[in-house]
C-alpha cells in the first residue's frame, strides 16, 4: 500500500506527532555543523581584522621616511647659479652654505652652465631631502640629508662603448660634408684640429678630398648617452694621405708614432674663406699697382679669433697707418709671423705666448678694404708661402712608448681600412 495512503488512514494524533518528528529531522539537517560554525566565525572574523588594519593605516600619520619625495626638474637657465635657484624653490641660503661646505666633487655645482638639469627631491613641506646633477654621462653627483647633515657621493654607471664609423667625400666644403657624414660640430671641429699642423682647412681643402673616422659612442641601457673620442682617422688632400691614430695619453700620433702637433699651426684662424693666396706680383686692392704680397689674407668676420701659429714671445705689438693693429712673434732664430689689420690686438711686446693662444680677433684697421687677418711667414728673414714651406719635424713617441702604441695603432687603422673599403663599395 503506499506510503501516503498509509498516512491517511491513521488516527490524526500519530498523523501530528509524525509530522512533528519529521520537522524537527528536517531543521537538523539544515543547521551547519559546528566546524562550518568556526569556520564562518573565523572569516568573519579576518574581514574584520582587515577592515580594523585598513582603518589603522587611513588614520595613522604618514612618517617622513615612508613619504614619497616630489621630484623637480631643473633646467639651468642663463645667469643661473645655485644660489638663484634655491631662491625660487624657496629654499634657505643656509642649505647653499652647508652644500659648499661639502668640497670635493660638490663643488661641480658651483659651474653649472645654462642647459644642465638639476632634481631636486622635495619633501611634502617643500624641504630638500636630496640633490643629483649628472657630471657626464657615466657620473652623477647626489647630496643627500643624513641624521647628521648632508652627504655627498658620486654614482657611476657602467657604459658599453661602441666604435663608429663616417666617411665623405667634399664637394663643396668640408664642414658640409661632415654634416652630411653625420659628424656633429664638435667631431668636424676636433677632425680639423688633429690635422691642422698639415692642413689649412681654410685653404687647402678642395672638391674630392675625402675623409674617413673612426670613433667611439657610449650607450648607457642600450641608449647613446655621449659620443667619445675620435680614434682613427684619414684625410685624402689633392691625393696625399694623412693618417693619425689616438694614443692612451689623449694626444694624436701618425701610424709611424710622430706627433700630429708640430711648432707651427698651418692656419692662425679656423675655417675662413682666403681672399688672397701667396702673390708675390699681386695688384694691391687699394692702390692698384703691383706690390708684393708675401702672405696669406684670411677674409672673416670682425671679431673672428686669431692664435699664435707657434709658440715664441711678441717682438711688437702696435699700430701703423698701413697695417693697423699688427703684431709680431719670433717663435726662435728662425722663424717670425706676422699678424696685420687686427680689430683687437690682445698680447703686448716682450709677452711669451703659448701655441693656439688668442692674440687678437681679425678686424679691418689700416688700408684695406674690408675685414681679414694678413698672415705672414719669415724664415731666417726672408718671407715664406704659409701653405708650403717647410716646418720642423714633430716629436716621436719614445721607443717603449711607441711598442704600446703600434699595435693598437695598426688594429685600429686596419678596422678603419675595412670598414671604408665596405662603404667605398656599397656607394
Known amino acids: 500500500m503506499p506510503v501516503i495512503r498509509l498516512f491517511k488512514i491513521l488516527p490524526r494524533g500519530h498523523r501530528i506527532a509524525i509530522g512533528t518528528l519529521s ?41 617622513e621616511d615612508a613619504a614619497a619625495a616630489r621630484e623637480l626638474v631643473v633646467q639651468v637657465k642663463p645667469g643661473d647659479t645655485l644660489s638663484s635657484i634655491f631662491a625660487r624653490q624657496g629654499l634657505p641660503s643656509t642649505l647653499l652654505h652647508d652644500i659648499s661646505r661639502l668640497g670635493g666633487e660638490a663643488d661641480a655645482l658651483k659651474r653649472i652652465h645654462p642647459g644642465d638639469r638639476l632634481t631636486l627631491a622635495l619633501d611634502h613641506q617643500g624641504g630638500l631631502r636630496a640633490l643629483s646633477y649628472p657630471l657626464d654621462a657615466a657620473r652623477t653627483l647626489e647630496i643627500r640629508h643624513r641624521q647628521d ?27 658640409s660634408a661632415g654634416v652630411g657624414a653625420g659628424l656633429n660640430p664638435g667631431q668636424i671641429l676636433g677632425l ?11 685653404l687647402d681643402i678642395r672638391a674630392g678630398d675625402r675623409f674617413s673616422v673612426l670613433y667611439e659612442e657610449s650607450y648607457k641601457d642600450g641608449i647613446r648617452v655621449a659620443t667619445g673620442n675620435i680614434l682613427a682617422a684619414e684625410f685624402i688632400n689633392q691625393g696625399k694621405v694623412y693618417r693619425a691614430v689616438r694614443h692612451e695619453d689623449g694626444n694624436y700620433y701618425s701610424p709611424e708614432g710622430r706627433a700630429m702637433r708640430k711648432s707651427f699651426l698651418r692656419a692662425p684662424v679656423n675655417f675662413s674663406h682666403i681672399s688672397s693666396n701667396f702673390n708675390p706680383r699681386r695688384l694691391h686692392p687699394v692702390t692698384g699697382q703691383v706690390k708684393a704680397h708675401r702672405g696669406i689674407d684670411y677674409a672673416a668676420r670682425t671679431g673672428t679669433p686669431v692664435v699664435a701659429a707657434g709658440g715664441g714671445v711678441v717682438v711688437e705689438s702696435g699700430y701703423s697707418q698701413f697695417n693697423g693693429n699688427y703684431v709680431v712673434i719670433r717663435h726662435d732664430g728662425t722663424y717670425l709671423t706676422k699678424y696685420l689689420h687686427l680689430h683687437q690686438r690682445m698680447v703686448k711686446k716682450g709677452e711669451k705666448v703659448k701655441q693656439e693662444q688668442q692674440i687678437g680677433t681679425v678686424g679691418a684697421t689700416g688700408r684695406v678694404t674690408g675685414p681679414h687677418l694678413h698672415y705672414e711667414f719669415l724664415v731666417n728673414g726672408v718671407h715664406q708661402d704659409p701653405k708650403t714651406v717647410k716646418l720642423p719635424q714633430a716629436a716621436i713617441l719614445s721607443r717603449e712608448e711607441l711598442a704600446r702604441f703600434r699595435p693598437k695603432a695598426e688594429r685600429l687603422l686596419a678596422q678603419l681600412d675595412r670598414i671604408s673599403e665596405v662603404m667605398l663599395a656599397s656607394n
Open 23 to 63: 520537522a524537527a529531522m528536517g531543521l537538523l539537517l539544515l543547521a551547519p555543523t559546528e566546524s562550518a560554525l568556526a569556520s564562518r566565525d573565523q572569516a568573519a572574523a579576518s574581514t574584520s581584522q582587515r577592515l580594523d588594519l585598513a582603518l589603522e593605516v587611513k588614520d595613522k600619520p604618514v612618517t
Open 149 to 175: 647633515g648632508l652627504e655627498s657621493r658620486i654614482h657611476s654607471a657602467e657604459l658599453e662603448n661602441r666604435h663608429r664609423f663616417a666617411q665623405a667625400e667634399v664637394s663643396s666644403n668640408f664642414w
Open 192 to 202: 680639423a684640429a688633429m690635422f691642422a699642423w698639415d692642413l689649412d682647412f681654410a
